[in-house]
């Protein structure tokens, strides 16, 4: 009871493999040496897993269904396969918080079990393992989200999704790492520690789903699920060369999730999927709503999956898109790895027979102080109240030295009255308006008839930076404020050669200068590209679809000569 | 410039017909004297209106555009009709803000030229005259809800609303009063003061879409459109006799209304449809989502007007439904009118072949606490500096003699902080959560294998009270807190013998016997009797053909020997 907030933390944290069997913790010497900073292939060499448990693995979500529902391979292999991986994952990167074996094994036995008595699965997910965020509520599990107070608070029931994934079928079995307050782009706490990226681990994996962007790149687990109020999904999945989707608000049912900043009602936090397959995310998304989600959480929208919007019936069925390129946002100028990103995904679109303009950027910092405003409003009183029980500090950087600077918030930052909230939030309203109205007029420009059909833009100015160097998330939070569906797709690796540093003379801003002078190819070796499709408000079907689209124009330009 | 606000209100009232033809006016003489109470049927005695004016002002707004369409009548005609029927209910009720004839003129003999012309019609509502309450914006003419310190903003540009309903082919004629602020359940302010009941004119049209309530109950309107964030477009539409519908949040585009408390995005106004006939309020509902709304207000859901979801395709295809009645919500007894209204649909119902079960009220008090606190929030702020510029004072009561108590607002609560606003709105999800789950576990009472189809309920707990005894409007309010789509369907007039005053010994709240006391049928002479259809948050389309159903049955029943 007296504990202090370290031992709390600590003794949490000891038990924390509590649940593994000790044949699939991989001993300290045969793990690669801290100094090993790229770990990424280091799964397929481990001699934890078995040559089944690789090809399970490496398996497409599309693959793994399949293969579980023919019952070539059972959902207890499955799982195990996954789950001996994560751990793997875990020693490497520290990317998870509840570890939960038999109780996974045993869901997994009971799907098997009725697979082979009824000859039918239990639903769309039979007998996939699946990764959460730890905010995402599982009966009986703690939920802390990296706070030391909320530790032994157990969850009385599942979240809405939770229950969702069972009657698909879907098997939770791990939670993954989170930084304190959820509000970060990268992932550190005082319970669980820090996550690193498994293509560098002297980069950050992002945040604030970093845990699940680690796990799933180091293919620990085939799907998993973030949540996104400024780019907590896309910056993970950019960072660790995955597909992340942030759908629109209401959608994916976030119902008995833990979270701070509850009540918020402006800027919604919304849920969605990371895989390294973008069929994993298509999947993810049709299977959820064939569960009629608005019968479960009051906040989700009445619309079913849209197979009309899948066939880009909006967008002339698909053929002869025009995408628009936003190069930079007109405050920091991206650096070159980022820049090639969307010259490799221009030629190849262009090569597929599609158009490409250029977005020009439109009060993207504007936005960004808005959505920032809006969360300040009262933030810093949110994250007071959670530490307080043990008087845990409220963490201000994400420095691996916690002495620097505080990047996304301000906690010294007071709380402002509800009125000047509401007049935050109406400016927010213009700012939609705005913005709907300038991608209308884009109908202008495209030659096609319509407006744009998506905006392809960075996920950030850099790839994956150094732990404590992420800045605020300007190119993901302005599509929150937008409420823009937003789609990642990875690219390419930072290449020495291809990315060399260029001369720069002038700069957009302070942060534009400091970004260039950050760069320099080797501090981000073999990190991810990634490219960010933009749709329009509820256009979750057919983002998905031209992603799809994309992602196979990039697929059939590399197979070129 | 240096005007009282009164000479500034008075100024603008008095050029308030400037733009309507003399022969269009009733004299003094010729209008029914102050002491009539009851002018309902009036316009069909005026000599102001022909005899096609009267078959027209009669029609249904099915009926209407049909003819429309044919060219049997001219849009020009029609809208005549209209004006004329208008202005003598604005005599009569005073109930109009804005008239503006030649321009509407002018506009229906274009559709006019354009039928002739091409032979096809602009849109849906081709030709037909739509009344707007006040706030929702018309280019070039003023929006000031009341406000004496917004007389001289004339809109920059329509409403999203108003385009639409142009690109249908509707002409907006007149604009319609409501109460300074727009957050009071009557209708009176300080530049167009008080709108009256024309069933009886002791008794408040209701409000805040209290014009339109008494303009289309006198067949000055055949279809308008109201707002509604407590009960604005229901307590009019019940008060008068008509049918009125609050949708779900976010279907119909409210971008470019003028509003108060803008910003407060937890719990929203929605745009809504008035008519005398149920198949105006399809009709208007089909019509605006079938010109993509999404497309031109960021807030508007982006999904299609579904044929499959009107057929009741979630409700049994229609047959055999389950109806509960909420009999009252525990805090105070419906008058015996109101209850009356309720019996005679239940009877309908089951004669009718469907089930009737009742609704036990769920934590109703403490929904229309949240929803007040929500909005006390900082709306006092946002009263106090609209009404600044002039110096005209916030009305904190609707009486006749502006001295009572204040009802709704406390104009002297003061605002709270962000994040206090915060926790309220996290216990509006939770009530949210509560009442879903509610709804869902009825499926074990029904007997349809369904939980309940459709709530019914009060709308009040009286039928049209006097000018300025409207309470707080806790049969409407809850809805809004949840976001359930809600109809108003009139069923019968307080009847003296029929609605005989009955003992009571027990109450719930002070409030109950309050309302109790203050019964007396003589009071509510010829009131209209009204019921509330409540559906599922984004059961638009089901909700309107579940009330077309109960429509249907209540006609059925009065059809009977």
């Known amino acids: 009871m007296d504990s202090s907030w370290q031992q709390i933390a600590a003794d949490k944290k000891s038990h924390q493999l509590d649940s593994v069997p000790k044949e699939w913790i991989s001993s300290a010497q045969s793990l690669p040496s801290e100094k090993t900073l790229n770990v990424i292939d280091f799964p397929q060499e481990s001699n934890v897993l078995s040559a089944l448990d690789r090809e399970i693995t490496e398996s497409s979500v599309a693959s793994l269904l399949s293969n579980l529902a023919s019952s070539k391979w059972s959902s207890v292999q499955v799982t195990t396969s996954f789950y001996k991986r994560a751990i793997v994952a875990h020693q490497l990167t520290n990317c998870l918080t509840e570890i939960f074996v038999p109780r996974s094994l045993a869901r997994a036995r009971e799907l098997d079990e009725y697979l082979e008595k009824t000859g039918t699965v239990v639903g769309a997910l039979h007998g996939l393992p699946i990764s959460l965020k730890d905010q995402i509520s599982i009966k009986n599990i703690e939920s802390t989200i990296g706070y030391v107070s909320w530790i032994g608070q157990f969850a009385k029931q599942n979240s809405v999704l939770v229950d969702i994934l069972e009657s698909l079928g879907a098997v939770p079995f791990v939670k993954t790492n989170v930084p304190q307050t959820l509000m970060w782009a990268e992932t550190f706490n005082h319970v669980f520690g820090r996550t690193s990226n498994p293509y ?109 919007e899948y066939n880009l019936a909006d967008h002339g069925n698909g053929k002869n898109l025009c995408f628009a390129i936003m190069w930079d946002n007109g405050v920091v100028v991206p650096d070159p790895p980022v820049r090639r990103g969307l010259e490799i995904t221009k030629a190849a679109l262009l090569a597929a027979g599609h158009r490409v303009i250029d977005w020009k950027p439109y009060k993207q910092a504007e936005i960004t102080k808005n959505i920032n405003d809006i969360w300040t409003a009262a933030a810093v009183e949110d994250f007071k109240r959670a530490a307080a029980p043990t008087g845990e500090p409220i963490i201000t950087s994400m420095a691996l030295q916690q002495d620097t600077e505080p990047l996304v918030f301000h906690p010294s930052d007071g709380g402002i009255s509800a009125f000047e909230l509401w007049q935050l939030q109406k400016k927010k309203r213009d700012l939609r308006q705005e913005h709907l109205n300038r991608w209308e007029e884009t109908v202008n420009q495209t030659g096609t008839g319509r407006p744009v059909d998506a905006i392809i833009c960075p996920m950030a100015p850099h790839t994956a930076p150094p732990h404590g160097l992420n800045k605020i998330p300007q190119y993901t939070l302005p599509w929150n404020l937008l409420d823009y569906p937003a789609l990642i797709i990875p690219v390419s690796q930072v290449d020495q050669e291809l990315d060399a540093k260029q001369p720069r003379e002038d700069f957009y801003t302070a942060d534009d200068r400091a970004n260039y002078e950050q760069y320099d190819p080797a501090t981000y070796e073999n990190a991810p590209i990634s490219i960010q499709v933009v749709g329009r408000t509820g256009e979750e079907e057919a983002t998905i679809a031209m992603s799809e689209i994309i992602d196979q124009a990039l697929k059939g330009a590399q197979s070129q000569p």
Do not use: Q
């Open 200 to 308: 560098n681990r002297s980069l950050t994996s992002g945040g604030s789903s970093g845990g699940e962007g680690a796990l799933i790149a180091l293919k620990g687990s085939p799907l998993g699920v973030g949540s996104d109020i400024g780019g907590s999904i896309r910056i993970p999945a950019g960072y660790c060369g995955l597909y992340g989707f942030r759908p629109s608000y209401n959608r994916i049912p976030y119902a008995g999730c833990v979270n701070t900043m509850e009540g918020g009602d402006s800027i919604l936090s919304v849920l969605g999927p990371l895989s390294n397959t973008l069929d994993g995310i298509k999947i993810f998304f049709k299977a959820v709503m064939s569960k009629e989600p608005w019968l479960k959480d009051p906040m989700v929208i009445r619309k079913r999956w849209s197979e009309e």
